[in-house]
């Protein structure tokens, strides 16, 4: 069947977003709030977000920085193996999820967890799992770039049997290793980006370098970006839409030392549609990836947002807000036309 040409989408949902804070927040909010009907807002702010307070305080800081946007921000805390249960019971109705770093695997994850000693981790995930608090992980370890993930695995494999009833979500996989383990535990979900599911590290690093396609996990090979495009134009009921929209300053990323993270939330659904039509997937799933499977994996239920998309060229913008996006200056197929509440 043909794809139509005009296209409307339901309620996207991002489920691993960084909206960072102060100007840069202003500078990138609208670019998730307009289009999206929420976010997991990721907690790697300097310092990280691990009080109630904190949490309380930054919320306020989205919801005056997207203005009158329809658009919930679902607030996580950093993940501390120190969290007791009276705490998580004190924070529960503020957060909707807790986000554990490896010590500084990535960019602000330098208070993170060392080691998985599932004896040192018990006490804060038995409570999480009794208090019904989803457990987001980045998982990669300190070894070679190109394995972190694949030897992540064992490591979750190990903390979804020692916590049966704990949600664990595998954030933004970017291997076939991590995807085959979605199917050997009934509490493993994960999220994929946008950028992992185009490109591979040849798009990075295989011509000229390409600094805004630079970030962790590092893209990997074709048969891996194969098997993340099966389970998501499957729409494989545990895998959600996540963008990882990490957006830095163009001279952070333009420059010796590289920071890591891609910029894509302005143009994450119109890159899905494209890429959903390339596939000739059947448009439902895309609703799926984009917001039916995280509902009912997080049992949230986000405000209503439409989303009209038509497919004539869009050339994406050099910069927002000096924030360079993927594939600034090229054109991508579709453009949204029309964005309305309900
Ligand atoms: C993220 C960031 O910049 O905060 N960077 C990235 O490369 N994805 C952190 C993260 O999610 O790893
Ligand atoms: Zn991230």
Redesign the pocket.
């Known amino acids: 069947m043909p794809y139509p040409t005009r296209i409307t989408l339901n309620t996207p949902l991002d489920m691993h977003l960084?909206l960072r804070d102060g100007e840069m927040l202003h500078n990138i909010a609208q670019a998730s709030a307009h289009t999206f009907s929420g976010a997991i807002i990721?907690p790697?702010l300097v310092p990280p977000v691990t009080t109630k307070e904190e949490v309380v305080a930054y919320r306020a800081r989205i919801e005056e920085a997207i203005g009158d946007e329809t658009f919930t921000p679902y607030m996580t805390l950093f993940f501390k193996p120190s969290y007791d249960r009276a705490f998580l019971e004190s924070i529960k109705e503020e957060i909707t999820a807790i986000k554990l770093y490896p010590a500084g695997i990535?960019?602000?994850s330098e208070g993170g967890v060392s080691g998985f000693d599932v004896e040192d981790l018990r006490e804060t995930l038995e409570a999480m799992s009794d208090l019904d608090i989803p457990l987001c992980v980045?998982g990669e370890t300190n070894g070679f770039v190109m394995d972190r993930e694949a030897e992540f695995v064992s490591i979750y494999e190990r903390l979804a049997a020692a916590f049966p009833r704990l949600k664990i979500i595998m954030e933004?996989i970017t291997t076939k290793e991590s995807v085959a383990a979605l199917d050997r535990f009934e509490n493993l979900y994960a999220t994929i980006t946008v950028h992992h599911l185009f490109i591979t590290l040849d798009d990075v690093a295989g011509g000229m370098l390409q600094p805004h396609l630079f970030?962790?996990p590092i893209a990997k090979r074709p048969e891996d970006r194969e098997a993340l495009l099966k389970v998501a134009l499957a729409a494989h009921p545990k895998v959600m839409f996540g963008s990882?929209s990490?957006p830095?300053p163009r001279e952070a990323k333009e420059s010796c030392g590289c920071?890591?993270?891609v910029f894509t939330a302005p143009i994450a659904l119109q890159l899905l549609t494209e890429l959903f039509e390339t596939h000739n997937a059947p448009l439902e799933n895309l609703q799926k990836f984009i917001s039916g499977n995280a509902q009912n994996i997080y049992g949230i239920m986000p405000p209503a947002k439409t989303v009209i998309l038509e497919k004539h060229p869009f050339t994406v913008p050099e910069s927002y807000n000096g924030v360079v996006p993927m594939y600034a200056g090229e054109e991508i197929k579709y453009t949204i036309t029309e964005v309305s509440d309900g």
Request: charged share 10%; glycine share 6%; net charge neutral.
């Open positions: 960084h990721m790697n990535t960019t602000n980045h933004h970030c962790k990882d990490a830095h920071a890591a993270g």
